[in-house]
């Protein structure tokens, strides 16, 4: 096993925990970094500094909410109705319940740049100016958004900002605007995260917080790249109507995506349509609970001068919106498709889970599930709370409800009885666990063999790009299986990929969940690729989910394997990511030691999402080679390194690096101790 230098993280341990050296080389050692040789120099990275007044430029904390105009107004819009729009939002109460963006769509701006070649109000329709309504807005305790296109004009022909970028963030920053809404029209056919990264650049040198909210309708995986050029929100889909159909069309195209959200960076369906006219009140309420189990961001798109009490009892549902407000590792996600009924769950950071049972069709039906289904296995019982009704009930694992044509039922899920024996210690195969729930695209999730669509124990062995595995479980995508681990598991190994029986078809994401929070997932494999080695930290969760999605492109020949699955069990504490702590100092190589992204090795929070191997990981510690690290540059003395401004970064090895998943640097993800 090769050895690698280690990130140094000062971290507080607390008061109650033992500091013998002994007792801090086992903590420094779980948050070790593991790097390729790069030139490099020191540098101290402490916590960060707490929010001011005026927070510099950096991810949300959460799904903004909010009010925009297009949905209802189009480019009927004026400042009378801007103003009118932020009094409303305070005085129905919905600013205390949390919203509070008042976002200005199209068609603000007039249709000429002025004499310095920057944007300007449309004289009518804002004779007053924008930053005399950013005045107002903020004087009301709310924020103010904006619009424009990366392009040559908006959707609606007006001046937008393909190459005027710098010019026009300053602007908007002058005028206090908190957010932009950049849209896709008109781009002359460049590529989409160049003119995105321009615009991101271009905002975060303002020194303002502007929320950056990029728009160009799912095409060109903005999923990938929006979050590495500054996006805090990308839209996944076209746009949203007032209709059913177009509610259901967008949802369906959420799934998938849910391992590309983490907190501070979402996807995003469009804005609501609730109040509008165009659903009914049932499909308004699924349509709310849907949009917040996604951490969607809630952006109101209707009348609010006029709304009525029945929509602001959906609006203002405080226990809905704290399931969308929530971060517990994972937006929520489709666990469960049975045609016209549907499971979605989320997990929450107290350790319940919020789930809806979700009815496409006509007529009311009975939707079930298991709160193991849901990734609360290994409890003898369990208290539930009914979102809309408040009505609390409790149950031995089983979920179940009338659900209304185009409805749902949401509930709140929290483990409440005495907790299962967890496995024995010891290294062992999953395929020889009991499992506390598993699902499958075609026939039964097949243990030690693959997958064969009917039967069980009709698919041959199991065999991924050329490798054959004895131990391991074949599945079809979409599947599930869920593990009892009762926090007595410390990691998880396999070798995933698409089993051989279907040659070069197929094509599938892996994910691996612990009490529902992502730990880590592939990219997409397909057949014919060699297996990947997906390592994860397990200590401190009860269940694990081992999931396996399509590609987005259909489930055929969707056969997938995880070879030779193993748990370490034994001796495992609660634990906590090290990125999560307090660190008192970090050294680094090259800019500030990361949390939970890459080292982009300039600015704080210039990387991206970490990944090793072809296996990314929602939580870490990331960092270049430290100058006193073992690891240096050939012919290059110790001690002596160049500085930045001496190396070109071009010049320079792009850094690698890998957060212990184990109390040993040999196993990269990151870290719980």
């Known amino acids: 096993m090769p050895q690698y230098p280690t990130l140094s993280i000062l971290l507080n341990l607390g008061a109650g925990m033992t500091r013998s050296p002994r007792a801090l080389k086992r903590a420094l050692t779980a948050a070790a970094t593991a790097l390729l040789a790069s030139t490099v120099v020191t540098m101290i990275a402490t916590k960060p500094a707490d929010a001011t007044a005026t927070p510099q430029p950096g991810p949300v904390t959460a799904p903004v909410m909010g009010w925009n105009s297009w949905n209802r107004f189009g480019c009927n819009i004026d400042e009378n109705l801007i103003k009118a729009t932020a009094d409303a939002m305070v005085s129905t109460g919905l600013k205390a319940s949390g919203y509070t963006y008042v976002n200005i769509d199209d068609c603000w701006m007039a249709s000429t740049r002025d004499g310095q070649g920057r944007l300007r109000p449309d004289p009518v329709r804002f004779p007053g100016g924008i930053a005399a309504i950013a005045d107002y807005v903020h004087a009301r305790g709310l924020k103010l958004g904006i619009y424009s296109s990366a392009g040559t004009a908006t959707c609606q022909g007006l001046p937008a900002s393909l190459d005027h970028e710098t010019v026009d963030a300053q602007t908007w920053a002058s005028w206090g605007v908190d957010l932009l809404k950049y849209d896709n029209c008109n781009n002359q056919g460049r590529p989409a ?192 709370k009914n979102l809309w009704t408040g009505a609390t009930a409790t149950t031995s694992g089983t979920l179940s409800a009338s659900v209304p044509a185009h409805g749902v039922v949401m509930f709140r899920v929290t483990r409440a009885g005495t907790l299962a024996a967890p496995p024995a210690a010891g290294t062992l195969q999953v395929s020889d666990l009991p499992w506390l729930a598993s699902s499958n695209g075609w026939g039964p999730a097949e243990r030690d063999r693959a997958n064969g669509e009917q039967a069980a ?181 110790a001690g002596s390194p160049p500085s930045p401004a001496s190396t070109p970064r071009s010049a320079r090895r792009p850094p690698a690096w890998c957060s212990a998943s184990s109390p040993t640097a040999s196993r990269c993800g990151p870290a719980r101790p």
């Open 457 to 637: 124990a009709d698919g041959p062995g199991l065999s991924v790009g050329g490798t054959t595995f004895s131990k391991g479980i074949g599945v079809h995508a979409d599947a599930a299986v869920h593990v009892y681990l009762g926090r007595n598991c410390r990691t998880f190994t396999a070798q995933v990929g698409v089993d051989g029986e279907v040659g070069t078809n197929g094509s599938v994401r892996f994910a691996v969940y612990g009490d529902g929070r992502l730990l880590g997932f592939t990219g997409v494999k397909s057949g014919g690729q060699a297996p990947t080695r997906l390592t994860v930290s397990t200590g401190g969760y009860l269940t694990l989910e081992l999931r396996v999605t399509d590609a987005r492109n259909g489930i055929s020949y969707d056969h997938a394997d995880w070879g030779s699955p193993t748990l370490v069990c034994g001796g495992s504490g609660a634990g906590t990511a090290v990125s999560d702590r307090t660190w008192g100092t970090a050294v680094n190589g090259w800019g500030p030691a990361e949390r939970d992204t890459s080292n982009g090795e300039q600015a704080a929070g210039d990387g991206s999402l970490i990944t090793v191997g072809g296996v990314s990981y929602p939580k870490g510690s990331v960092s270049t080679p430290p100058a006193t690290s073992p690891c240096r540059s050939a012919g290059r003395a």
């Open 193 to 384: 995260a160049q003119r995105y990264k321009a615009m991101g650049d271009a905002l975060k040198a303002t020194g303002r917080h502007i929320v950056y909210s990029i728009c160009n309708w799912g095409n060109d995986a903005p999923w990938e790249f929006a979050p590495n050029v500054g996006g805090s929100l990308w839209r996944t889909t076209g746009d949203i109507n007032d209709s059913w159909g177009s509610v259901t069309s967008l949802l369906d195209q959420q799934a998938g995506l849910e391992t590309f959200a983490r907190k501070g960076y979402y996807n995003d369906p469009d804005m609501l349509e609730v109040g509008n006219g165009g659903l009914t009140q049932d499909e308004n309420v699924a349509h709310f609970s849907l949009w917040s189990l996604l951490s969607s961001p809630l952006l109101l798109g209707n009348d609010l001068r006029s709304v009525s009490a029945t929509t602001l009892g959906v609006l203002r549902n405080a226990d809905v919106i704290a399931v969308n407000q929530d971060w517990g590792g994972s937006q929520g996600r489709r666990v469960a498709d049975n045609g016209d009924t549907e499971v979605w769950a989320k997990p929450m950071s107290d350790g319940s889970v919020a789930t809806v049972l979700f009815n496409r069709g006509g007529s009311a039906t009975t939707v079930s599930t298991s709160t193991a289904a849901l990734g609360l296995g290994g409890s003898s019982s369990y208290t539930t």
